[in-house]
């Protein structure tokens, strides 16, 4: 008995002694983390308040009509050009085959008005005939009245012949007038018929312009992929009507990823373009991503929005604006199956 109440004051300051080295040591090691920790930010300018950005395309109809064929399926993979969906086009092709008949007709208007055109000027070459015809009467009409004017005035001749004479001068000067006004009129019909030609040349033109509309119309019908990248949430389906310019998909352009880190104002002095930073992605905290830093933006985020604050009025605020930094992804190629858009990230910027 006496040997252990001997061992027990020893036993219980070897306990007292392990207890006190576990504090140190625990001590120690939260000294060296949290030193680590505050060394480490204040030689780097952190934010949480970032994320990774992808380019998001909106894929919209340009056609209405109810949708015929959907090939792709919500966060689809797909290729540039690749046809996602196919509305009908069967009323638009009707109203095409209408085109083409009103334009056919068109066509041949066209050539009624080159045959009037010809006709018009057969006739002008006639009548410019006839006055030319007229205009040889015309001399030899006015030779013979002069001729016979001075014979009567000397009685060499009756005035019945004088008459004739005279009666024939004043009918050929009669018939050249009314020839003149012939020709003067068929030049005027040339001239409206070439106007009514141009007239149907247009219109021809015009609804030929609407028949290549129409087709491009009907193209419109078939949506492609802008660019490779996944589908994201699809939001029509089969049989559903679609207005031009309603949203069928929002494409997520995988071939290209950045971070937007939301810096406070009072940090960016320690930031420039081309540092590289360091990338913590919450999703994969084991996860080493280097980036490098690309633009700053011009203005705080805050006047991006909707509603921009206005400090001017009511109770002011001073509240700390952030700076949206832009940060290229170095070897972005090997987290393209890994990052996704809207992602979580922490950046740490070395202060040079």
Not at 26 to 40: C, Q, T
Not at 41 to 52: F, V
Not at 138 to 154: H, I, V
Not at 229 to 238: A, H, M, P
């Amino acid at each position: 008995m006496e040997d252990n109440s001997k061992n027990q004051p020893s036993t219980n300051k070897n306990k007292k002694l392990i207890t006190r080295v576990i504090i140190i040591a625990v001590i120690l090691v939260a000294v060296v983390v949290i030193g680590k920790k505050v060394l480490y930010a204040l030689r780097h300018e952190e934010t949480d308040n970032a994320q990774i950005e992808m380019r998001l395309t909106p894929i919209l109809s340009r056609a209405s009509g109810y949708v015929d064929k959907i090939f792709v399926n919500d966060y689809s993979p797909v290729h540039k050009g690749q046809l996602l969906m196919v509305i009908d086009s069967s009323e638009l092709e009707l109203q095409l085959e209408e085109m083409q008949a009103d334009y056919n007709q068109a066509l041949a208007d066209i050539e009624n008005a080159k045959a009037s055109l010809v006709n018009a000027g057969a006739s002008l070459s006639s009548s410019k005939g006839n006055v030319d015809v007229i205009a040889l009467r015309k001399e030899k009409a006015t030779s013979d009245f002069n001729r016979d004017k001075n014979l009567f005035e000397a009685n060499a001749i009756t005035r019945k012949q004088f008459d004739d004479s005279k009666s024939n001068f004043d009918i050929t000067m009669r018939q050249l007038q009314n020839g003149e006004l012939d020709v003067r009129v068929a030049d005027t019909r040339l001239n409206i018929l070439r106007s009514q030609l141009s007239k149907a040349e247009a219109n021809a033109q015009l609804k030929k312009a609407k028949i290549d509309q129409q087709k491009l119309k009907i193209t419109y019908c078939r949506v492609f992929a802008t660019s490779d990248g996944k589908v994201g949430k699809r939001d029509v389906d089969e049989g559903q009507f679609v207005q031009a310019g309603t949203p069928l998909f929002t494409l997520v352009n995988d071939q290209n990823m950045w971070v937007v880190a939301n810096f406070k104002e009072n940090q960016i002095k320690n930031i420039r373009v081309g540092q590289e930073v360091a990338i913590k992605v919450d999703g994969f905290p084991k996860l080493d991503v280097r980036g490098k830093v690309i633009t700053l933006s011009e203005a705080t985020g805050a006047r991006f929005s909707l509603l921009p604050p206005d400090d001017a009025t009511g109770n002011f605020v001073k509240v700390a604006q952030r700076i949206p930094i832009r940060i290229e992804i170095l070897d972005e190629a090997k987290y393209k199956d890994i990052l996704r858009a809207g992602m979580s990230v922490d950046v740490a910027v070395p202060i040079l």
